[in-house]
C-alpha cells in the first residue's frame, strides 16, 4: 500500500505536497485551539476576585496561602502557576476564572 501512495504522490507531486501542508497546518490550529491557559493569562488573573474566591472556598482549610505554597513545585511564579492549574481543578476550584483568579491572589507576593 505504501508503494502505491509513494507512486501516486509522485504523480500528484505540488499537488500533494500542498494537500500535506495543509494537514499540517491543520493539526497546528487543533493544538492551538486545544492549548491550556498559559501562565501569563493565569497571573494577570483578577487578584481582588482571587482574594474572595480563595476566602470563600480555601480558607476553611488553609487559613493562608503561605503554608501550602511550599509544596507547590515549580522554581518561578510562571511554573508555580502551572502547577496549580493543573492541581486545583480537583481540588475545590472547578470553575477556570475562579481558578485563575485565586492561583494569581496565591502568587500575588
Ligand atoms: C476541605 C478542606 C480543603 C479545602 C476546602 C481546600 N483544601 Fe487544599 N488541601 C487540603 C488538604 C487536606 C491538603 C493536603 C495536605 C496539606 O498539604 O495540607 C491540601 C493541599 C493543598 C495544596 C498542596 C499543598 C501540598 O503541600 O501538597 C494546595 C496548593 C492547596 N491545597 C490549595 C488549595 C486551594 C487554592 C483551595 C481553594 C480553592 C483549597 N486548597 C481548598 C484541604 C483542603
Known amino acids: 500500500m505504501r508503494h502505491i501512495a509513494i507512486g501516486i504522490a509522485a504523480a500528484l507531486g505540488l499537488g500533494l505536497?500542498?494537500?500535506a501542508a495543509y494537514e499540517k497546518d491543520a493539526d497546528k490550529?487543533?493544538?492551538?485551539?486545544?492549548?491550556?491557559?498559559?501562565?501569563?493569562?493565569?497571573?494577570?488573573?483578577?487578584?481582588?476576585?482571587?482574594?474572595?474566591g480563595y476566602a470563600q472556598d480555601c480558607s476553611g482549610c488553609?487559613?493562608?496561602p503561605a503554608r501550602i505554597m511550599?509544596?507547590?513545585?515549580?522554581?518561578?511564579?510562571?511554573?508555580?502557576?502551572?502547577?496549580?492549574?493543573?492541581?486545583?481543578?480537583?481540588?475545590?476550584?472547578p470553575e477556570?476564572?475562579?481558578?485563575?483568579?485565586?492561583?494569581a491572589y496565591m502568587l500575588a507576593d
Open 70 to 93: 511550599r509544596g507547590v513545585e515549580g522554581d518561578t511564579p510562571e511554573e508555580q502557576a502551572l502547577w496549580l492549574e493543573g492541581f486545583l481543578p480537583d481540588h475545590y476550584a
Open 96 to 103: 477556570a476564572e475562579m481558578r485563575a483568579a485565586i492561583i
Open 29 to 52: 490550529d487543533e493544538v492551538k485551539a486545544e492549548a491550556e491557559v498559559t501562565a501569563e493569562d493565569l497571573l494577570a488573573a483578577d487578584v481582588e476576585m482571587g482574594a474572595e
Open 17 to 19: 505536497g500542498a494537500a
Open 62 to 64: 488553609h487559613a493562608t
